[in-house]
């Protein structure tokens, strides 16, 4: 069964005099524990349907099922609370927390947002923490370490709630070829590792090779998708 | 909790010049509301014993009328002997009175045999004036601490004036009820520091010298004065002895005696009040200072973080929380300049206690002590804190309704 399920999405904003189109009725399903890509050049669409995802906005139209939940529906609160639960993210320039050291920035979700015992807060952020390589670094302050052991740090977060889904809008942009291939790597471990969904958005031609399905858009359309072996629709 | 206790402080550090400044003008601003308050309560509280229990009393009682023509001393207003026993035995029986003291009063003449100039005159029975209003005998600079038949005692400026010294005869003059003069030799056994207020400045005289001045052939009262077991129960009291008075009715039926407390009788009751007011609007301008600096800070925090409210409220975190974060940070930066402000205003009080401050009041010098009550430096901490929080609500409150796409676009 599909973990999102989208159908006829359409975004529109209005600015001062023109209704700008940022998504026109795209279809598409993602299945668990798969690694995708949206891709497509700047004001394609990629933003805005990771956003949509995440249920960080809205759509125009259409209807999407994530986790088996009509996300267009949920109110403010309710928006939260199953971001909380189902929803990971991963920025492009990392979101860390400044004042709280690696530890808590991973720590930070499990006390505020899912109330998780002490214990097994412990237990999962040092699981997290070795998964990710930042096993001797998890009382560095984030203004302490490299940009790609920040995305490391931003991918034991968003992982670190177990969520199904993991959202990560451009997590390569701000980092050199070796750290983001290295990234992407790690992303396609924690899958393998947790069973997490990732669906990340790039505009690097070079780390879309890394998704297995990619979704091609352009000017708001979805026009292609493609499935790592060759398969294309 | 915890955490959001460990982030709202991590962040006022992070900030450390901004949260200082702040925190510092909160110090400030409780410091000088607590040596204000603590310095004019001192000053309060000299004057009003000192013209509560040196002159007035906490309470007067007249026969209706006197207190409306009291400048002239009416002498056919005063109480007859069958209404002062109705009174006395009215204020003997209340369990509230610690002692009164009946006053014969009138204005008269005062010569030294070579000068002559007015003066206001108490007759007293000395043990009981003494009783009900126990700092007079402090104001006596020179001679007797007490007045036996024949004496007097008169105040320093007439003494100065007149060049009167202890021991020297002096001759008081005055026109009794009936319109004739009389006039009566006393010797000076005292002289007595003015006092601010009315009956600052009047001489004292035994009370049945003061009946054979006026040629009474039966002894009358013009007031009551009465000092209560326990100051703060002036108002209670004064309600139940009005009361009982209300019954008390001349042939006319109407009331015979009306009772005031010091607060209708002195002047400096306004003067206190005056001080209340001054209190209430440094305490605004405390607030002011409060609600201004920490909203400002708010402001600016909540600014400077919109993108990281944007990603915390991504991640999942609810509304509530995220105000209660930028709500702790008002209320840390609150209590922190409440509790250095706290501890530096009681070093200073502590410094005024020791070295003291002198004040010329008139022509009084007053020693004044820094006096403040526990629950007053309570109470004002309390609505800093109070005020501290309320200044971070609606920045608070902004933080939480902020969509957190568009926070996570700012820039």
């Not at chain 1, 006829?8 to 026109?24: F, G």
């Not at chain 1, 740090?153 to 291939?181: F, G, I, K, M, W």
């Not at chain 2, 309560?41 to 207190?67: A, C, N, P, W």
């Amino acid at each position: 069964m599909a973990l999102i399920k989208a159908k006829n999405i359409s975004k529109d904003y209005q600015t001062e005099d023109v209704v700008v189109h940022a998504l026109q009725e795209v279809n598409f399903e993602i299945e668990p524990a798969s690694f995708v890509s949206f891709v497509g050049p700047s004001g394609s669409g990629k933003t805005t349907i990771l956003n949509i995802i995440g249920c960080l906005d809205k759509p125009s139209a259409g209807e999407l099922m994530v986790a088996d939940t009509e996300v267009a529906l949920l109110g403010r609160k309710e928006s939260a609370s199953f971001r909380g639960k189902h929803l990971g993210f991963i920025f492009q320039d990392f979101n860390l927390i400044p004042v709280l050291t690696v530890y808590e920035n991973i720590e930070y979700p499990l006390i505020m947002v899912q109330n998780i015992e002490p214990a097994e807060r412990r237990e999962r952020i040092s699981r997290m923490l070795v998964s990710v390589g930042m096993k001797d670094q998890g009382d560095k302050y984030p203004q302490q370490i490299s940009g790609g052991q920040k995305q490391r740090v931003a991918v034991a977060r968003a992982l670190v709630t177990h969520p199904a889904l993991v959202l990560a809008d451009e997590p390569t942009a701000n980092l050199d070829s070796q750290t983001a291939y290295a990234v992407i790597g790690l992303m396609k471990k924690m899958r393998d590792d947790f069973g997490t969904t990732f669906i990340f958005s790039t505009h690097d031609t070079k780390i879309v090779g890394e998704a297995e399905v990619i979704f091609r858009l352009e000017d708001g359309k979805l026009k292609a998708k493609e499935i790592k072996g060759g398969i294309k629709q | 909790m915890k955490n959001i206790f460990k982030i709202a402080v991590r962040n006022l550090i992070r900030y450390k010049r901004r949260t200082l400044l702040t925190a510092s003008l909160i110090t400030i601003g409780v410091v000088f509301v607590l040596v204000f308050v603590s310095v004019t309560g001192s000053f309060k509280s000299i004057m009003i014993g000192e013209v509560t229990d040196s002159m007035l009393g906490h309470l007067q009682v007249h026969r209706k009328g006197y207190v409306a023509s009291i400048d002239s001393l009416p002498l056919n207003l005063n109480m007859k002997p069958k209404a002062y026993a109705k009174m006395a035995e009215m204020l003997k029986s209340s369990p509230d009175v610690e002692a009164f003291s009946p006053r014969l009063k009138f204005g008269g003449m005062f010569s030294n045999f070579t000068e002559t100039t007015s003066i206001r005159i108490n007759g007293i029975y000395p043990d009981r004036e003494f009783q009900t209003v126990p700092f007079l005998t402090s104001r006596i600079s020179e001679g007797k601490k007490t007045i036996s038949r024949g004496e007097i005692m008169i105040p320093l400026l007439l003494a100065r004036g007149l060049k009167i010294k202890i021991g020297d005869a002096v001759v008081v003059v005055a026109t009794n009820v009936d319109g004739s003069v009389n006039g009566k030799q006393f010797i000076v056994s005292g002289i007595l520091e003015s006092a601010t207020g009315p009956g600052g400045r009047d001489g004292y005289v035994h009370i049945e010298d003061a009946a054979e001045v006026l040629r009474m052939t039966e002894l009358e009262v013009s007031e009551v004065a009465v000092r209560l077991k326990d100051f703060n129960h002036l108002h209670p009291v004064m309600q139940q002895l009005e009361g009982k008075i209300a019954a008390e009715l001349n042939k006319e039926g109407k009331p015979l005696f009306e009772v005031h407390s010091w607060e209708q009788l002195s002047p400096f009751f306004n003067i206190a009040k005056m001080i209340d007011v001054m209190t209430f609007f440094i305490k605004i301008m405390l607030i002011a200072i409060v609600l201004i600096s920490i909203m400002n800070v708010m402001i600016m925090a909540v600014f400077e973080r919109i993108r990281e409210i944007g990603t915390i409220a991504a991640i999942g975190t609810l509304p509530g929380k995220i105000r209660s974060m930028f709500i702790i940070e008002g209320l840390c930066l609150g209590v922190v300049g409440t509790v250095i402000g706290d501890i530096i205003g009681g070093i200073i009080i502590l410094i005024i206690n020791l070295t003291g401050i002198r004040y010329n009041f008139g022509r009084q010098e007053l020693l004044l002590h820094a006096d403040i009550l526990p629950a007053d430096v309570l109470t004002i901490s309390i609505i800093v804190i109070i005020v501290a929080v309320a200044a971070s609500l609606q920045p608070a409150i902004k933080a939480s309704k902020m969509e957190p796409i568009e926070a996570l676009r700012h820039v």
